[in-house]
Nanobody
Framework: HVQLVESGGGSVQAGGSPRLSCAAS??????????MGWFRQAPGMERQAVAA???????SYTDSVKGRFTISKDGAKNTLYLQMNSLEPEDTAMYYC????????????WGQGTQVTVS
């Protein structure tokens, strides 16, 4: 079982560089035993995968954020991060942290989300 709590969202000016955090509480294991990702959903839009990090640390990004966003994790703090640079109004959305067993394809654990508004 995994509990996820996001923080770090808010209102940001275009070009800003906020960092989102996701504190994970695991009943067993550590961040090195699960795969994690960041998703976002804008009003009226479907949820979109933004970035992911596998158990071995390999990362992937959706094309629209490549070169601007960086996903990382701190195993000692059980925290997942999303560093966002050069924000654009199109990045405005509710951002969610998610986790899954790496042996499964579906994310089963979700945070409550943190709103990022770019103006």
């Amino acid at each position: 079982h995994v509990q996820l709590v996001e923080s770090g969202g808010g209102s940001v000016q275009a070009g800003g560089s906020p960092r989102l955090s996701c504190a994970a509480s695991l009943w067993y294991g550590s961040l090195s035993s699960i795969c994690m990702g960041w998703f976002r959903q804008a009003p009226g839009m479907e949820r979109q995968a933004v970035a992911a990090v596998d158990r071995d640390g390999s990362t992937s990004y959706t094309d629209s954020v490549k070169g601007r966003f960086t996903i990382s994790k701190d195993g000692a703090k059980n925290t997942l991060y999303l560093q966002m640079n050069s924000l654009e109004p199109e990045d405005t959305a509710m951002y969610y942290c998610a986790a899954r067993l790496c042996s499964e394809s579906r994310y089963n654990y979700w945070g409550q989300g943190t709103q990022v508004t770019v103006s």
